[in-house]
């Protein structure tokens, strides 16, 4: 391919001048997205099953994205469940499990109003696509949450945090992030009502695809859904702005942007009380932060949560690593 041709192709993609490693990068993301359109009118839903749990017009939502590559519901996860119950949120729990088990449906019913499990395709936001287009009309809520099983917790009462939630801002996450481009980090956001009546908003999830790109996921949607939403005029905020958590840390030498779920884990949970601690950072610490061993110590020192939750769930994905 000569130059030319090389800069004509990068533009049709819209990918600026880049190394040939960007850019075939760039192409084989490409090439997932068009393979993902295939799947975009097929059914993706293996099973549905009704839970317990009322939805009520009026009422508040969560939408809860679930992985477990044994089909396994985590006690962890049935404690945050019982939590987003407690802060008054109906719960769609949306399994990408290879399989799920009929025992783990028994214990999800009580406390969710709908299981749905699909094939794990998309990663998260395909999952929490699939969640949305099974409540039907959003409008007809006054909030709905987006959350995943990536994070342990929460820590301390989710109530009372989300109560924190007020008209300041439309969409609410717990943290933000400024790599890539600014953005709500996707474990956890919650909309207002404004946002669930807003075009934007279904706009973006009809073009939600199930890409089997982690790096497409986060930029083009993770990062894009604050995006595309602060286009629209929406308000995006965090209750733990990455300004605040980096402010007085001693980790806070940088202007480059960081992952604060990951760099100021402990500053999070013990000074500013975020009720989450990402799996990520217990299982691998891809950062190499200091300490982080001590975790233990930090959550019991400032919460009642239990923490063998935890630490059972840590063994259990322990044994499956290579």
């Given at each position: 391919?000569?130059?030319?041709?090389?800069e004509r192709l990068r533009r049709a993609l819209r990918w600026p001048?880049?190394?040939?490693?960007?850019?075939?990068?760039w192409l084989r993301m490409q090439a997932q997205a068009s393979?993902?359109?295939?799947?975009?009118?097929?059914?993706?839903?293996?099973?549905?099953?009704?839970?317990?749990?009322?939805?009520?017009?009026?009422?508040k939502v969560a939408v809860f994205a679930h992985f477990d590559r044994d089909g396994r519901v985590h006690d962890f996860v049935l404690t945050y469940l019982r939590a987003l119950g407690q802060a008054g949120f109906a719960v769609v729990f949306v399994s990408n499990a290879p399989r799920l088990a009929n025992a783990a449906v028994e214990q999800l019913r009580p406390?969710?109003?709908?299981?749905?499990?699909?094939?794990?395709?998309?990663?998260?936001?395909?999952?929490?696509?699939?969640?949305?287009?099974?409540?039907?009309?959003?409008?007809?809520?006054?909030?709905?949450?987006l959350a995943n099983d990536s994070v342990y917790g929460p820590l301390f009462d989710l109530g009372a945090l989300l109560?924190?939630?007020?008209?300041?801002?439309?969409?609410?996450?717990?943290?933000?992030?400024?790599?890539?481009?600014?953005?709500?980090?996707?474990?956890?956001?919650?909309?207002?009502?404004?946002?669930?009546?807003?075009p934007a908003f279904a706009?973006?999830?009809?073009?939600?695809?199930?890409?089997?790109?982690?790096q497409w996921v986060i930029r083009?949607?993770?990062?894009?859904?604050?995006?595309?939403?602060?286009?629209?005029?929406?308000?995006?905020?965090?209750?733990?702005?990455?300004?605040?958590?980096?402010?007085?840390?001693?980790a806070a030498n940088s202007d480059k942007p960081v992952n604060v779920m990951h760099v100021h884990w402990d500053r999070l949970i013990t000074v500013l009380g975020c009720p989450f601690i990402k799996r990520e950072l217990l299982l691998y610490n891809p950062l190499k932060v200091a300490h982080v061993s001590r975790?233990?110590?930090?959550?019991?020192?400032?919460?009642f949560y239990d923490t063998e939750l935890i630490a059972r769930h840590l063994c259990a994905q322990r044994r499956h690593a290579p």
């Open positions: 391919m000569n130059r030319g041709a090389g001048a880049a190394t040939s490693f960007h850019g075939l990068q393979a993902a359109l295939g799947w975009s009118g097929r059914r993706l839903i293996r099973a549905t099953y009704p839970g317990r749990q009322p939805l009520r017009d009026g009422g406390l969710v109003a709908l299981v749905l499990h699909r094939r794990n395709l998309g990663y998260d936001f395909a999952a929490y696509q699939d969640g949305l287009a099974a409540l039907g009309e959003l409008a007809r809520f006054d909030q709905v949450v109560r924190r939630c007020d008209d300041r801002a439309d969409v609410w996450g717990m943290t933000d992030n400024r790599e890539h481009r600014y953005h709500l980090q996707s474990y956890f956001l919650l909309f207002r009502r404004t946002v669930l009546t807003n706009a973006f999830w009809r073009a939600v695809r199930p890409v089997q790109s982690r083009r949607y993770e990062v894009g859904l604050t995006q595309h939403l602060q286009r629209a005029g929406l308000r995006c905020g965090a209750l733990f702005p990455c300004e605040t958590v980096a402010a007085g840390a001693a975790w233990r110590d930090v959550i019991r020192g400032v919460s």
